[in-house]
């Protein structure tokens, strides 16, 4: 039987890349000059530094930009957290991915209320989908795609 696995997981290496081209248009962009506008990635973790919180505002977009043309979700982002001392202001994104019980349940209820030839189990933070033909389960792939589903998915680990 046909199947494949749904997850959510980025790109190490792409978001290491996105981060160090973002960090280097920072170094050598004019209106970041004398700002101590920095970014930095390190396990799981983006932490962007600057003097002012519209330079900070500026960095966060560069930073989403460079994630954009590596092909990296920026739903991945997801939450992040300020620090602000007078000198300076940090923003620190952790980086999510998997997915977690409750947005597994709903994937996996839009899938059963729509295609009942389906068979879905949420095992290791994905979800793997099994069904008797190729065509069903591409049909699921264009369902969860068109929903409004708020994190990052990955198609993947197709078997026949």
Do not use: W
Request: charged letters at 30%; proline letters at 2%.
């Amino acid at each position: 039987m046909p199947t494949f696995d749904i997850s959510s997981e980025y790109n190490q290496q792409e978001v290491v890349n996105a981060v160090d081209q973002a960090h280097r248009e920072i170094s050598n962009r004019y209106d970041f000059r004398d700002t101590g506008t920095f970014i930095s990635y390190s396990e799981n973790t983006i932490t962007l530094k600057s003097s002012t919180s519209e330079r900070m505002a500026a960095a966060e977009q560069v930073l989403k930009e460079k994630f954009a043309k590596r092909n990296v979700s920026v739903k991945f982002l997801g939450e992040f957290k300020d620090e602000t001392t007078p000198s300076e202001v940090k923003r620190f994104f952790n980086l999510k991915s998997g997915i977690d019980q409750n947005s597994s349940k709903k994937i996996i209820a839009l899938i059963r209320e729509n295609n009942k030839k389906i068979q879905c189990s949420y095992q290791n933070q994905q979800i793997r989908v099994t069904g008797k033909k190729r065509d069903d389960l591409q049909e699921v792939i264009q369902l969860v795609k068109e929903s409004k589903i708020e994190i990052p998915l990955n198609y993947g680990n197709f078997r026949d």
